[in-house]
Each structure stands twice: as C-alpha cells, then as structure tokens.
C-alpha cells in the first residue's frame, strides 16, 4: 500500500521564502525611498521644474521693468512690476524678494535671478548645513552650520564647492565665476580641541609654528613700494580696514579671494 505524499511546504522551506521576500521588499524600498530612489527623484524633479518656472515668471518680469526703465518715460518700480504676476510680495530690501512665499534673489544690475529652496520654504534665513549649500547657490546671506558647530556665512548668489565639511579643513565659495577661501576669526572646534585664531598678524618658523604680532598691525598702515618719480617708498592705508576689522569679528571669520 502506497503512503500518501505529503504535498504541503517544509518549514525551512517557508523561512528560505521569507528570507527571500523580505530581500526583495527592502530592495523594493531602497528602489523607491532611498537618497537616490525613485521618489526622492521625482520630488527633486518636481522642485527643480517649479523653480524653473518661478524663475521664468520673475525673468519675465524683470525683462519688462528692465525695459521700463530705460525708456524715456519710467513709470514702475520693479516691486509693482512683480506684483502684477505674484500675489503676495515682500521686498527684503537686500536683493531678495519672497513671492508667494518662495525667496527669490534678483541682481537688478546684472539680471542673475536664484529661486530658493522650494520644499520647507518660509521666506526666512534659517541656518542650514554644509550638505545644503553644496548642492544649491543660497538665497540671501546665509549661516551656515558645519559638524562641529563652527558658523560661517556665505553671501547671497554663492554655494560651497568643495567637498569638506568641517570649517577647520578650508571652506571655499564660489559664485559660478570666482571662489573665495574663509578665514576663521575667533574660537573654532576641530571636533577634539577648540582653537583661537586673533584677528592679526602672523609669522611663521620654518617647523610651522605661528607667533601672533597682534591686531595692531591690521588697523595701522602698512608700507608699499610705490613707483613715481625716484622710486619712492610711501605708506598705504587699507581701504575700510575699520568695516573690515568690526565685520570680521561680528562674523567670526572673512573671505579672500582663490587664484
């Protein structure tokens, strides 16, 4: 007499199977849900088509306050202007203008129009981090934040460009065109110790230790070989070194320029 088979699943069967299911379903939702995922991608494609068309809107815009303004017979500001197209506009009196609760910068000399972030827009200057200003040019000056809490600021039009993201390994800006390096002034962590750099002047011995001349140095006038007749040496005041030195500080840090 034959035995019956028994055509139901094993146990080890039926795990092997679920191992398997989840596999697929965690690819599944890294398919979908990761950084790189298919929904991240269509929202940041959704955000980048509804900047490209507040951009286009505002361009529009400003081309006919453009126009406007250099007729013969100006009549509107570029504030009515805007208000023609957006509902609700709020001029930051600083080059930036929140439409309809987006901020947008307009450079009204050059044109150069930047569409903020769309996606937790607020119109107001949060602080954001590295990552952030990596990836888009900033609305409005910003403060930025890096992992171990050091604040700089980057100017509105301006995004980092390298990949760091710690202010003690070098921050560089760029607008596009020009790059600048910050400078911190103040106290600065590098995640272990805190730092102090003075506002001064600095030498340096051949094995790299510093020795700090003092910040009187920066508010005095420095000495310049000047070509005229005889080749005289004469001294040079820096241009608005006082701004500079009370900016410096208020920010904790200033820019030079890359080359």
């Known amino acids: 007499m034959r035995e019956k088979e028994n055509k139901g699943i094993t146990l080890i069967v039926l795990v092997i199977t ?113 990552e952030e200003v990596q990836e888009n040019y900033v609305v409005g000056n910003t403060i930025v934040k890096d992992e171990n809490g050091n604040k700089i600021v980057v100017p509105d039009g301006f995004k980092i460009t390298n990949d760091t993201k710690k202010v003690h390994e070098g921050i560089v800006i760029t607008d596009g065109t020009n790059e600048f390096v910050w400078i911190p002034v103040g106290e600065v962590s590098d995640g272990i110790n805190i730092h102090t750099i003075n506002l001064s002047r600095y030498t340096f011995a051949t094995n790299g230790t510093p020795t700090d001349r003092g910040n009187a140095v920066i508010s005095s006038s420095y000495q310049e070989e000047t070509i005229s007749v005889g080749l005289n040496r004469g001294n040079t005041i820096a241009k608005d070194i006082e701004r500079f030195i009370e900016s410096a500080k208020t920010n904790k840090g200033y820019y030079i320029g890359r080359y």
Request: no cysteine; proline share 1%; aromatic share 4%.
């Open 18 to 130: 679920i191992i398997v299911l989840l596999i697929l379903a965690g690819v599944s939702i890294a398919t979908l849900m990761g950084d790189n995922g298919l929904l991240t991608r269509v929202s940041q494609s959704k955000e980048e088509s509804q900047r490209g068309e507040i951009e286009d809107r505002v361009r529009l815009e400003y081309t006919e306050w453009k126009i406007s303004k250099n007729s013969d017979n100006p009549s509107k500001s570029l504030e009515e202007i805007l208000r023609k197209e957006f509902g609700s506009v709020v001029n930051n009196n600083d080059g930036t203008w929140v439409l309809d609760g987006v901020e947008v910068s307009i450079n009204e000399e050059t044109g150069k129009i930047i569409v903020g972030d769309i996606t937790n827009q607020t119109g107001q200057k949060g602080e954001k981090t590295i």
